[in-house]
């Protein structure tokens, strides 16, 4: 049998992180090839908390940043304007999207890691002028504001 840290979710095994007991042949034909595990030792047991250090650390600084961003927010009273070009019955040409919102928050405040996935929300398409409801969601935070799309002309 011989002990190794998980460095991958794996069924049956455990969560990445994890300490766990194979035996040899699963261990050297199977689990360390694929990258599945790496051997529990000193150096590799250290650079795992390092890791996981420097994870909170950004984790930290991320939601530093999320707190600033919605306490800028806060100040414009939940409402950012943007001016786009549209036709006469209000039809952007193109469309308002998730890059184009996180452009816009990362003006008002560095937020990069809003990039991730399913953090910004919206229900509907933004194609016309009008006012959207703009949800974010990370760190267990879930705050909103409107965005108020105008004609630039």
Same mark, same amino acid.
């Given at each position: 049998m011989i002990n190794l840290i998980l460095v991958k979710n794996f !069924? &049956?095994?455990?969560?990445?992180?994890?300490?766990?007991?194979?035996k040899n042949g699963y261990a050297f034909n199977y689990l360390i090839p694929y990258k599945i595990c790496i051997l529990k030792d000193d150096k590799n047991i250290n650079k795992i908390f390092l890791e996981e250090d420097?994870?909170?650390?950004? *984790?930290?600084? !991320?939601?530093?940043?999320? !707190?600033?961003?919605?306490n800028k927010i806060k100040l414009?009273?939940?409402?950012?304007?943007? *001016?786009?070009?549209? &036709?006469?019955?209000?039809?952007?040409?193109g469309s308002i999207n998730k890059k184009n919102i996180f452009i816009l928050l990362n003006n008002i405040e560095n937020v990069n890691f809003l990039k991730e996935k399913n953090i910004i929300i919206y229900n509907n398409k933004i194609q016309k002028i009008g006012n959207y409801k703009i949800f974010i969601k990370k760190?267990?935070?879930?705050?909103?504001? !409107?965005l108020n799309i105008l004609n630039k002309n």
């Amino acid at each position: 049998m011989i002990n190794l840290i998980l460095v991958k979710n794996f !069924n &049956n095994l455990g969560k990445k992180g994890d300490f766990i007991k194979v035996k040899n042949g699963y261990a050297f034909n199977y689990l360390i090839p694929y990258k599945i595990c790496i051997l529990k030792d000193d150096k590799n047991i250290n650079k795992i908390f390092l890791e996981e250090d420097k994870k909170k650390e950004i *984790n930290n600084k !991320n939601l530093i940043s999320l !707190n600033n961003l919605i306490n800028k927010i806060k100040l414009l009273k939940y409402s950012i304007n943007i *001016n786009v070009k549209s &036709n006469k019955n209000g039809k952007l040409f193109g469309s308002i999207n998730k890059k184009n919102i996180f452009i816009l928050l990362n003006n008002i405040e560095n937020v990069n890691f809003l990039k991730e996935k399913n953090i910004i929300i919206y229900n509907n398409k933004i194609q016309k002028i009008g006012n959207y409801k703009i949800f974010i969601k990370k760190f267990n935070i879930k705050f909103s504001f !409107n965005l108020n799309i105008l004609n630039k002309n």
